[in-house]
């Protein structure tokens, strides 16, 4: 199992960016997707998730702004940010856990398996 995110960057506060989380090793089917952060001196905070294409969840914060979707045939799932906040700043991480329910959601880092490397985003104000 491996996952690559990319797409992290320097943006202005009402700005955009979308980050991808490319998976090999296993399909979306059978695996939920978390997004996760992780500012300076603070603990990784789960973001978004979405369990087997079905549930899904967005921390409070991020509600309205952010959107995890998933293309199925590239088996990349993506994480739309919009309105950037400077309190988005932090270093972005995918993780994957195989799930039998697509009707839980799980999001606490501790509850994933696989984790990729980590994308930088900043906001500016």
């Known amino acids: 199992v491996q996952l690559v995110e990319s797409g992290g960057g320097l943006v202005q506060a009402g700005g955009s960016l979308t980050l991808s989380c490319a998976a090999s090793?296993?399909?979306?089917?059978?695996?939920?997707i978390g997004w996760f952060r992780q500012a300076p001196g603070k603990q990784r905070e789960g973001v978004s998730c979405?369990?087997?294409?079905?549930?899904?969840y967005y921390r409070d914060d991020v509600k309205g702004r952010f959107t995890i979707s998933i293309d199925n045939a590239k088996n990349t799932v993506y994480l739309q940010m919009d309105s950037l906040k400077p309190e988005d700043t932090a270093v972005y991480y995918c993780?994957?856990?195989?799930?039998?329910?697509?009707?839980?959601?799980?999001?606490?880092?501790?509850?994933?398996?696989?984790w990729g490397q980590g994308t930088q985003v900043t906001v500016s104000s």
């Open positions: 090793g296993f399909t979306m089917d059978s695996y939920g």
């Open positions: 979405n369990i087997r294409g079905g549930s899904t």
């Open positions: 993780a994957a856990k195989r799930a039998d329910s697509l009707y839980n959601v799980y999001v606490g880092a501790n509850e994933y398996d696989y």
